[in-house]
């Protein structure tokens, strides 16, 4: 027997606050990212294939309306499983893909932005998500063996055909951003940043200023600072949450443009992420957890 809904009021997503991403498709900020439903190495189909699809349908019932995900992960599994989970789709769900790797084997990765690459990843992706037009389409990386104009031209193409609404990039700094935007309209950037890796701050600065989303891929990683005794694990005893629910607060609570997408492969650990957004955090917490040393 199923679970009842969780009224709309009530779905702990929701508390995460919204964000507007290029000022037409507003999504809670705690959103939900599809790596870890595939394969080890980010390769083959789910382990358990009927869990991955109910953590796609618990995410949504959670209240949770930004999936991202990936031509690479499987490759093509994950943008099947949301596909097999969630069409048709509701109307306030985003589907966010990426485009720009080819995989060779198990945790192999090799960028391609080609333009013949990225107009057929594309293709590949509208047919396996069932979609008409993708809502934000992401260069996965900007490949340094392209012409930078002949990426960006191949998602305005895209764009211009109505394959995809918006454009976002991943994994660059403030200078490509900037070169990027000179060409296309960019409205966000998807960079690893935690709480023990802000390598990222400077852009995490830029996008705050300029209003681009900023989805922090691996936002879990605590490092030293979740073992016993340590910071995150004293104040999060303080809080009676989870060391990762503490991340995740943080997180929520650093920068208005902020969109975090934990992934989990279970329902009971998404659940624990989700409640993150129930977490407040003041000022203290916030200062004791931001002057730890991370890695810059």
């Not at 063996?145 to 394959?163: C, N, W």
């Not at 701050?201 to 979740?226: H, K, M, Q, S």
Request: hydrophobic share 40%; glycine share 10%.
């Amino acid at each position: 027997m199923s679970a009842s809904p969780i009224p709309r009021d009530q779905r702990p997503a929701a508390h995460s606050g919204t964000f507007v991403i290029g000022g037409d498709r507003p999504v809670h900020r705690l959103g939900f990212g599809t790596m870890r439903l595939t394969g080890a190495g980010v390769w083959g189909e789910p382990t358990n294939h009927a869990e991955a699809i109910a953590v796609l349908r618990r995410a949504v019932g959670l209240g949770i309306t930004l999936i991202d995900t990936a031509d690479s992960y499987g490759p093509e599994v994950a943008e099947r499983l949301i596909a097999e989970a969630l069409y048709p789709y509701a109307s306030d769900v985003v589907i966010a893909t990426k485009a720009g790797f080819q995989r060779p084997g198990p945790g192999k990765w090799v960028e391609d932005g080609r333009p013949e690459h990225l107009r057929a990843a594309c293709d590949g992706s509208l047919a396996r998500l069932r979609l008409e037009r993708i809502d934000l389409y992401q260069l996965h990386r900007i490949d340094p063996k392209v012409p930078l104009g002949d990426q960006i031209g191949a998602l305005l193409e895209l764009q211009r055909a109505g394959k995809i609404r918006h454009i976002g990039l991943s994994e660059v700094t403030v200078p490509q951003i900037e070169a990027v935007r000179r060409l296309a309209t960019v409205v966000s950037v998807q960079n690893r940043y935690n709480l023990v890796d802000r390598r990222s701050e400077p852009v995490l600065d830029y996008c705050t200023r300029e209003g681009l989303g900023f989805i922090p891929w691996f936002p879990l990683a605590t490092g030293d600072l979740a073992k016993p005794g340590g910071p995150l694990a004293a104040a999060a005893e303080r809080l009676h949450v989870t060391p990762g629910q503490l991340s995740l607060a943080w997180l929520l609570r650093k920068s208005p443009v902020m969109l975090p997408i934990p992934g989990t492969s279970t329902v009971a650990h998404l659940d624990e992420n989700t409640d993150a957004a129930l977490v407040a955090l003041d000022d203290a917490i916030m200062g004791e957890l931001g002057r730890q040393q991370p890695v810059r």
